[in-house]
């Protein structure tokens, strides 16, 4: 199985005594389709990523938004800024704007200020049926005119647009695409198979093909376990075959979102589900999504 470098492009930091991330908080209302967050509910460092990661070779990181409070959007990359680097954890930073808002352009501008800020990420993650799993409460934001004035202008500011979206929303993604095609797309968490019965898992195997069709858009095969309680090694590579087959190993990356992902499975499990998973590519290609295309995606050079 591959042994070579990775980068992990997708994991999030916090310091929770801060109280800058309210979905943390014990609230009435929190989103249920990430299952219940008390154990999430602790400081989550540097030092408790590296000590998650040890053994597997981990070489860099990038550090995803982690819904800091959105009036102080900043505020997430300047904290982040003051933390250890030498080990390679938060090398790179996809931030948060308030996009949509009157004060989006200000933000953006800011975090492209910041040299390891290389993309911002908009949220548009709406379930139809089953609101206490949705994250947003519009279901049609992707088409809002001035949250898509503001994607616009994160080309300009020489950002990609990062997204979490579940099937529902792939038509948007892949209309956001089309609408901005010099701009780079990165589409969380394998698309978000949050629907695991048939008709579900073929709604989102049918978004994959549509938003691979783009080719201004990119896949992280990250947090493989998320929505699926009963996840198995089997399940976990079918859903790795699948993302492959839509988007190949060029437009592909491995990340685990942790800690989040520690709901559903360790660190180590994550990373021996996806070497089993393509124990059969080549080694280029083995390398490719364990490392080289995060490299490439998220500008380490």
């Given amino acids: 199985m591959y042994d070579g470098p990775v980068i992990d492009p997708h994991h999030h930091l916090w310091d929770y005594g801060m109280g800058k991330h309210r979905w943390l908080m014990p609230v009435e209302g929190a989103v249920e389709a990430l299952g219940g967050l008390e154990p999430l509910r602790r400081n989550y460092l540097v030092a408790d990523y590296l000590k998650d990661s040890a053994g597997h070779n981990v070489v860099g990181t990038v550090h995803i938004e982690a ?13 982040l800024e003051g933390l250890d680097k030498s080990q390679g954890v938060a090398l790179r930073y996809v931030a948060r704007a308030p996009l949509g808002t009157p004060e989006a352009r200000d933000v953006i501008a800011r975090q492209a200020a910041v040299k390891r800020v290389v993309g911002l990420r908009g949220i548009l993650s709406h379930h139809p049926t089953q609101p206490q799993k949705s994250f947003i409460k519009r279901a049609d934001l992707g088409y809002d005119e001035d949250w898509r004035r503001d994607v616009g202008l994160l080309g300009e500011a020489g950002l990609h647009l990062e997204l979490m979206a579940y099937p529902y929303q792939a038509q948007a993604v892949f209309d956001i695409a089309q609408a901005f095609p010099k701009l780079q797309i990165i589409v969380n968490h394998c698309a978000s198979p949050i629907d695991r019965d048939e008709a579900g898992m073929r709604r989102w195997r049918d978004g994959l093909a549509l938003m691979a069709s783009r080719p201004n858009i990119a896949l992280k095969i990250s947090n493989p376990g998320a929505y699926d309680p009963q996840w198995t090694p089997q399940s976990i590579q079918a859903v790795v075959r699948d993302c492959l087959k839509a988007f190949g190993t060029e437009r592909a990356m491995f990340g685990t979102d942790f800690p989040v992902a520690d709901l559903q499975m360790s660190f180590s ?5 996806f070497k089993q998973a393509v124990a059969h590519l080549l080694t280029p290609e083995q390398r490719a999504l364990f490392h080289d295309n995060a490299r490439r995606f998220y500008r380490f050079d």
Avoid at 68 to 78: C, R
Wanted: aromatic share 16%.
């Fill in 269 to 273: 499990e994550i990373y021996t589900n």
């Fill in 67 to 79: 819904l800091w409070q959105e009036d102080d959007a900043i505020g997430e990359t300047l904290w």
